[in-house]
């Protein structure tokens, strides 16, 4: 009997909304819902349509992100990576960003 858990959100939201405040207090951010589906649905665009490893980096840029501009909402910053990742995979990039 494997003690695996679902990776499927839909199947127990509670446990993943618990790991989201839990993980908030451990790093001493206020309380405060954390919108997990959304951010969950960035790691899967990114993962699918970009590379799998940025997925961690992308969700940090966001939380950087929202942070830097306060009037910049979760639902904003979303859309604006959605249409990074249309662009799909990354190409070779130089240093500067030039492709």
Do not use: K
């Amino acid at each position: 009997m494997s003690d695996r858990r679902s990776h499927d959100l839909a199947e127990d939201p509670d446990r993943w909304d618990a790991w989201a405040a839990r993980a908030a207090d451990g790093l001493g951010l206020p309380p405060g819902h954390v919108d997990v589906p959304t951010l969950h649905r960035i790691a899967t665009v990114v993962a699918r349509r970009v590379e799998r490893p940025l997925v961690p980096v992308t969700t940090y840029l966001v939380g950087r992100a929202l942070e830097h501009d306060p009037a910049l909402t979760l639902e904003e910053a979303t859309a604006r990576i959605e249409r990074l990742a249309q662009e799909g995979p990354l190409t070779e990039v130089t240093r500067d960003g030039a492709r």
